[in-house]
C-alpha cells in the first residue's frame, strides 16, 4: 500500500496541534463545520453505492477529511428499511460521522433530522440538494429543489431547528439549467436558516457530469455567502487541482468525488499538499494492487465475501485506469466472486509497470448532457409554491 501520514481529524475539544494545521505561511486553513475543525479541508462527496464504510475507512487510512456517507432517503431512514440502517454503519474511530439525507416534504425531513439527533445516529447532516438523476428530479427533489424557494428554506430552516447542536450543512449546483439558476438564492437562504456551511458543485442538472465545472459559480457564492464556509465541488482530480480551485475561488474546502474513484491514495497527496509536505510517490501496479486488495478486505468483512466482492467489481476498472492488463485478466476481474480468486488474478498482472499518466484526469461517470432535466409537471411554474409533490419522497435508500 502506498505510504501515508497518519492525519487525524481535529477533535473539536481539543486545540489544533502544529502538525494539524496549516504550515506557516499557507492559505488555507481548517475547515469549520459547527464545532469540527477539520484538516485537511477536504469533504469526500456522499456517493451512491460508492462511498459506504468499507470505500470511507480505505479513504481515511490515506488521509484526514470529512468523510460523508452514501445519500440517505429521509422516507426509508424512517421506515427503519433494513438496507437504510446497514448503510448509516460508521466505524468506532470515525468521527465526526456524517450523514447525507434526501427529502422533498418538510416535515419528512423534519422527523428524519429528530430521529438522527435522539438517537445519535450521526454527528453532521448534509442535506442534499445537488443529485442531478432523473428518479430524483421527476419527484423534484436534489437539484430541482432549490428553484422552489419558499420549499428550500422550510426544509433548510425545519431540518436546522430540529438538529440542535448537530451541525447541518447543505450540497446544490449551480441551478436546473442556464435558464434556472438558483445557487445564489439557495447559498444566502440557507446561511439565513443557520447552516454550518454550503458546498457548490459547479454544474448545473442538466450538464450532469459533462463538460467542465464552473469554478467562478463557486467563488460568486463565496463573495454572497460570508458568514458560513463554502465548499467547491466539481473537477479535483488531483491535488494540485483543489489548490487551484481554493486559489482562484477563495473557497474554504474542497468536496472530491469522482476524482478518488479507483484512487484512494488521491486523499494522502491532498494532506501533503495542503501540509507543504513533498507530494507522495505515484504507486506502481503492485502498491495499486495492493490498494485494491485492501479494499476488498474491508467489502469482505463488511458485507461477506461473496457480497463485497460483487461490490467490488465496479472498483476494478478505475483501479487499473492506464495499465496494460491482459483482456481475459479484466473480464475475469469484472465476474469476481472470492478473495482468493482476485489473488490469483492480480498476480497474473505485470506488478512492476509505474503509475500511467493515461491514469491522470477525469474518472467516473462522465458523458453528455441530459436532453432535459426531469421535474414534476409545473415545477418551473411557480417558484413560491410550498406543495410537495405527490409521491415526493423516495422509499429507498441510496439514491
Not at 442538472?205 to 459559480?217: E, K, L, M, R, V
Request: hydrophobic residues 40%; aromatic residues 6%.
Amino acid at each position: 500500500m502506498v505510504d501515508v501520514t497518519d492525519l487525524a481529524t481535529l477533535d473539536p475539544t481539543t486545540d489544533p496541534t502544529p502538525a494539524a494545521g496549516p504550515p506557516a505561511g499557507a492559505q488555507a486553513a481548517p475547515l469549520t463545520v459547527g464545532p469540527y475543525k477539520v484538516w485537511p479541508p477536504v469533504v469526500l462527496a456522499p456517493m451512491a453505492g460508492i462511498t459506504n464504510a468499507s470505500f470511507r475507512r480505505l479513504c481515511r487510512e490515506f488521509g484526514a477529511g470529512l468523510y460523508v456517507c452514501e445519500m440517505i432517503t429521509t422516507r426509508a431512514l424512517l421506515g427503519r428499511s433494513a438496507k437504510t440502517m446497514e448503510m448509516i454503519r460508521f466505524e468506532p474511530e470515525e468521527h465526526p460521522r456524517s450523514l447525507q439525507l434526501y427529502g422533498v416534504d418538510p416535515d419528512v425531513v423534519a422527523a428524519a433530522v429528530r430521529m438522527v439527533v435522539q438517537e445519535d445516529l450521526a454527528d453532521h447532516i448534509d442535506l442534499n440538494f445537488g443529485c442531478p438523476v432523473p428518479k430524483v428530479t421527476r419527484k423534484g427533489g436534489g437539484s430541482a429543489l432549490p428553484w422552489k424557494r419558499r420549499l428550500f428554506t422550510e426544509i433548510v430552516r425545519r431540518a436546522v431547528q430540529e438538529a440542535g447542536d448537530v451541525p447541518v450543512t447543505v450540497k446544490m449546483r449551480i441551478g436546473i439549467d442556464d435558464d434556472h439558476i438558483t445557487y445564489l438564492d439557495a447559498g444566502r437562504i440557507a446561511q439565513d436558516c443557520g447552516v454550518a456551511a454550503v458546498a457548490l458543485h459547479g454544474r448545473t442538472a442538466i450538464q450532469h457530469y459533462s463538460g467542465t465545472a464552473d469554478w467562478s459559480a463557486i467563488a460568486r457564492l463565496k463573495e454572497a455567502v460570508t458568514e458560513v464556509p463554502v465548499l467547491g465541488n466539481g473537477d479535483i482530480f488531483a491535488a494540485s487541482d483543489a489548490l487551484d480551485m481554493m486559489a482562484r475561488t477563495g473557497c474554504d474546502g474542497v468536496v472530491v468525488g469522482r476524482g478518488c474513484q479507483g484512487r484512494p491514495w488521491l486523499f494522502a497527496e491532498l494532506a501533503a499538499a495542503f501540509d507543504g509536505r513533498p507530494a507522495p510517490a505515484a504507486p506502481d501496479l503492485r502498491s495499486v494492487a495492493g490498494t485494491l486488495r485492501r479494499h476488498a478486505e474491508l467489502l469482505a468483512a463488511e458485507m461477506g465475501e461473496d457480497r463485497g466482492m460483487r461490490d467490488l467489481r465496479k472498483h476494478i476498472a478505475w483501479y487499473l485506469k492506464g495499465f496494460a492488463a491482459p483482456s481475459e485478466v479484466r473480464r475475469e476481474l469484472g465476474m469476481i466472486s472470492s478473495l482468493a480468486g482476485l489473488d490469483e488474478l492480480l498476480a497474473r498482472l505485470d506488478l512492476d509497470q509505474p503509475f500511467p499518466a493515461a491514469a491522470d484526469g477525469p474518472r467516473g461517470r462522465q458523458g453528455s448532457p441530459q436532453a432535459k432535466v426531469h421535474l414534476p409537471e409545473g415545477w418551473l411554474d411557480d417558484p413560491d409554491s410550498l406543495a410537495v409533490p405527490e409521491g415526493a419522497e423516495l422509499d429507498a435508500g441510496g439514491g
